[in-house]
């Protein structure tokens, strides 16, 4: 997929067409959601630096500290894929207003993006709110080099 980009706070960002191919693969890979106990469904897409997409969906387990959100099965298809840095991530969830990710899912998103981040939160239908993992996620723990 080639995303149109711009600049956005000194970063290129995605466009239009690009954000609505990140809802759509969110969207279609929240139908495949194992969530048997809380019915909530969530689907995540992920768009690396290489302009490559990436899907997870949540997979719940009885045991609820096993349960593996959504969008950290997306983060680990990009890895598996060869990815380093994600550029954007849509999140799809029923509720409304669509459902942030959780904290362990912001932070996991900063460990392979930065405080500029697109995250795009949407419903299976309607419109898509943009926001940054750095509004969601002030201060993000970060190890720096001494």
């Known amino acids: 997929m080639k995303a149109a980009r711009r600049a956005?706070?000194?970063?290129?960002?995605?466009?239009?067409?690009?954000?609505?191919?990140?809802?759509?693969?969110?969207?279609?890979?929240?139908?495949?959601?194992?969530?048997?106990?809380?019915?909530?469904r969530v689907g995540a897409a992920i768009l690396d630096d290489q302009d490559r997409v990436h899907v997870g969906c949540n997979v719940e387990n009885v045991s609820y500290g096993l349960t593996v959100c959504a969008e950290r099965n997306a983060i680990?298809?990009?890895?598996?894929?060869?990815?380093?840095r994600i550029r954007a991530i849509a999140v799809v969830t029923s509720t409304k207003p669509p459902a942030t990710p959780c904290g362990a899912c912001r932070q996991v998103l900063a460990e392979f993006g930065d405080?500029?981040?697109?995250?795009?939160?949407?419903?299976?239908?309607?419109?898509?709110?943009?926001?940054?993992l750095g509004a969601l996620l002030p201060e993000s723990f970060r190890l720096r080099p001494t």
Not at 8 to 34: D, E
Not at 115 to 132: F, W
């Open 8 to 40: 956005v706070a000194g970063r290129p960002s995605i466009g239009a067409p690009a954000r609505q191919t990140l809802v759509a693969a969110a969207r279609a890979a929240r139908r495949h959601a194992h969530a048997p106990y809380s019915h909530f």
């Open 76 to 84: 680990a298809a990009a890895v598996v894929g060869g990815a380093r």
């Open 115 to 132: 405080e500029q981040t697109l995250v795009v939160l949407a419903s299976p239908t309607g419109t898509a709110t943009n926001h940054r």
